[in-house]
């Protein structure tokens, strides 16, 4: 019996390690069928946690999106101070009289014959003027909208693509998470009859040592029979405590892929010969394969799609994009920091446009980021074909090792019949006094080993038999 958990990853030994640790923390209580553990475990395993979080963040993405195209309001102010208002250079006479008073002023010397001796003109003589004032502050609000662009559009469908992958990851997930669980329900109940194989043997070892002791104290056996018994005993009792172990373990590990408390109370309802019962009407597996209804493969179209997208969000970035925007804004000018004060004076600014840009010549390098995009675009399309083929690979697989595990199945049951009959027949020549007591020895351990060998051969069959359901999604949600 201390075989039974040989086929459990490593990963999970080390943690089922762990589970021996004390805890004290409160316990709930479950007794739960295997169905009713995977009807837990999509409601707390942690990776379904995970998947529903990555929808819930898609669908953000989603809405995220939308509002990018959505009109934005931005509140804005700036106060800057000129340490050193900047100076203007002009030309000397940039500022001359105008024709009008030249005129006039003419006109007045010649009447009063009085000269007006005007400096003569310097061409190459500058002035220089500093306008503005030192500190300055700008107040309103800036609104935009966008109007076209087709980038937004193809961003907004590829996010709600996203959403879809996100519904078939969780579907996927689903799908290994009840399978994870089913293995883990038939360890448990491996377990479990492990122990009362062990049990069962360490009495009918109790029941056969008492009737040899009898037998030597007739003189009719000898104390080196006694010592086989007792030693087989010693054997069989470790067994069993180790069988308890995995128990506890194997519990624990259900724990896990339910998602529950590892401190809680769990006990399973169900009994391997019913699942054994219940497995053999297998109308699921009658149904044809078909790869494109996996939720793996359709997750996998699903980013093939979202490539497509993406080759086209590329080609979109040569397209032209406009957007239309709104200022009101109050300026303020002042020679001393006195913005607050309700007397002095602030300047309306308003005004609205149109933003129109798109690119006429990227010296091909936007070719060349479409050609990028179209190249992921086939690896995404390669993927999904060999998704498909490995999802073909893995049903063949697991429709094969299910056929395998039912013969198996059917070999270790007769093979147990036959060491039962075997161990029946030594049983009855030992204590008629015709079979010593190694061959009975190794006929009761010869039966052991069959019955060890059949419940394996039963937990193969359950997992393969949970291996094809997955292969095929067919489980029930």
Do not use: C
């Not at 700036?78 to 005129?103: K, R």
């Not at 397209?319 to 300026?331: K, V």
């Not at 697989?397 to 147990?416: D, I, L, Y």
């Not at 039963?458 to 359901?469: F, K």
């Amino acid at each position: 019996m201390s075989t039974l958990l040989t086929k459990t990853p490593g990963w999970a030994l080390v943690f089922l390690a762990a589970l021996s640790l004390p805890r004290a923390t409160a316990q709930t209580t479950y007794a739960v069928s295997l169905e009713e553990a995977q009807v837990i475990a999509l409601e707390n395993a942690f990776a379904m946690q995970y998947a529903a979080l990555d929808r819930s963040k898609a669908e953000r993405d989603v809405k995220e999106t939308l509002a990018t195209g959505l009109p934005q309001i931005n509140l804005v102010a700036d106060y800057s101070q000129y340490i050193d208002i900047p100076t203007q250079v002009a030309a000397g006479d940039v500022f001359g009289f105008p024709d009008y008073l030249t005129a006039f002023l003419g006109g007045v010397a010649q009447e009063t014959g009085v000269p007006l001796n005007a400096p003569p003109v310097d061409p190459n003589a500058l002035s220089e003027f500093q306008f503005g004032q030192a500190h300055t502050a700008n107040v309103g609000v800036q609104a935009s909208q966008l109007v076209f662009s087709g980038s937004y559009f193809v961003a907004l469908r590829a996010s709600q693509f996203f959403v879809e992958a996100r519904d078939r990851a969780i579907d996927r997930t689903a799908d290994e998470v009840m399978q994870q669980v089913a293995e883990a329900y038939h360890l448990v109940l491996g377990a479990r009859a492990g122990l009362e194989i062990a049990e069962e043997a360490v009495a009918l070892l109790v029941e056969s040592k008492t009737e040899v002791e009898a037998l030597q104290q007739a003189g009719f056996a000898d104390a080196l029979s006694v010592d086989r018994l007792e030693l087989a005993q010693t054997e069989l009792e470790a067994q069993v405590l180790n069988a308890q172990q995995q128990v506890v373990l194997a519990k624990g590990l259900l724990a896990f892929q339910m998602g529950i408390g590892l401190s809680d109370a769990l006990t399973v309802t169900d009994q391997m010969s019913g699942l054994l019962q219940n497995g053999q009407e297998l109308e699921w597996a009658s149904r044809p394969f078909n790869a494109s209804a996996l939720p793996a493969v359709q997750e996998q179209q699903v980013y093939l799609d979202l490539a497509g997208l993406n080759v086209k969000n590329q080609q979109a970035q040569g397209w032209p994009q406009i957007a239309a925007f709104y200022t009101n804004q109050s300026n303020a000018q002042r020679g001393a920091f006195n913005f607050f004060d309700a007397d002095e004076k602030w300047y309306p600014i308003e005004l609205w446009g149109l933003n129109f840009s798109m690119p006429l010549w990227t010296s091909f390098g936007g070719r060349q980021a479409v050609e990028k995009k179209k190249i992921e675009e086939e690896r995404a399309r390669i993927g999904l074909a060999q998704l498909t083929q490995a999802a073909e690979m893995e049903f063949a697989n697991a429709k094969a090792a299910f056929s395998n595990a039912t013969a198996v199945m059917n070999n270790a049951r007769q093979a147990q019949d036959i060491a039962q009959k075997i161990y029946t027949q030594t049983e009855i020549g030992f204590n008629e006094g015709v079979v010593s007591s190694f061959e009975w020895n190794e006929s009761r351990n010869g039966l052991l080993e069959a019955k060890g060998k059949r419940l394996g051969a039963e937990l193969d069959w359950l997992n393969a038999r949970v291996a094809l359901q997955a292969a095929l999604s067919a489980f029930e949600k």
